[in-house]
C-alpha cells in the first residue's frame, strides 16, 4: 500500500499545477493542501523543513519575493525558527509545490525532484 502523498499546492502556479497533474497521471493517492487557504503551522513547517532535508529554511523560502526582501528576511541573524515562523505568519513566502511521501519531502523545481520521491 502507497502513502498518500501531500501536496502543498498554489493552483495559480503553473509549477505546482504540473505536479498535480503527474500525481494524478500516476493515479496515485494524494492529499492537496492548498497552503495559502490552510497555511501549516510552525510545527508543521519545522517537520516539513526536516523531511526536506535543507541546511537552512531560506531553501524553502521564496527568496526572490518582494515579500522576503520586505521583511529583511535575508540578515544572517535571523535563526531557523525565526524563518520558519515567518513562513508561518506569511505563507505566501512558501516555496512550491512541496510534495511530501512518508517521510521524504521535495520541492518540484524541477519537477524531477517530486518524480525522484514517487513511488515506483
Do not use: W
Not at 505546482?16 to 496515485?28: I, M, N, P, T, V
Not at 510552525?42 to 515579500?67: E, I, Y
Not at 540578515?75 to 506569511?90: K, M, T, V, W
Amino acid at each position: 500500500m502507497t502513502d498518500t502523498i501531500t501536496l502543498y499546492h498554489n493552483p495559480r502556479c503553473s509549477k505546482s499545477r504540473d505536479a498535480l497533474a503527474l500525481l494524478e497521471a500516476r493515479q496515485l493517492p494524494h492529499q492537496v493542501v492548498r497552503y495559502l487557504d490552510t497555511p501549516p503551522d510552525f510545527a508543521a513547517l519545522k517537520q516539513l523543513f526536516q523531511q526536506l532535508g535543507l541546511d537552512s529554511p531560506r531553501g524553502m523560502m521564496r527568496v526572490k519575493d518582494d515579500l522576503y526582501q520586505t521583511l529583511a528576511l535575508d540578515n544572517p541573524a535571523l535563526d531557523n525558527d525565526a524563518l520558519l515562523q515567518a513562513i508561518a505568519d506569511h505563507p505566501a513566502l512558501l516555496e512550491r509545490p512541496i510534495a511530501v511521501v512518508g517521510s521524504r519531502a521535495a520541492i518540484g523545481r524541477p519537477l524531477a525532484n517530486i518524480e525522484a520521491i514517487l513511488p515506483a
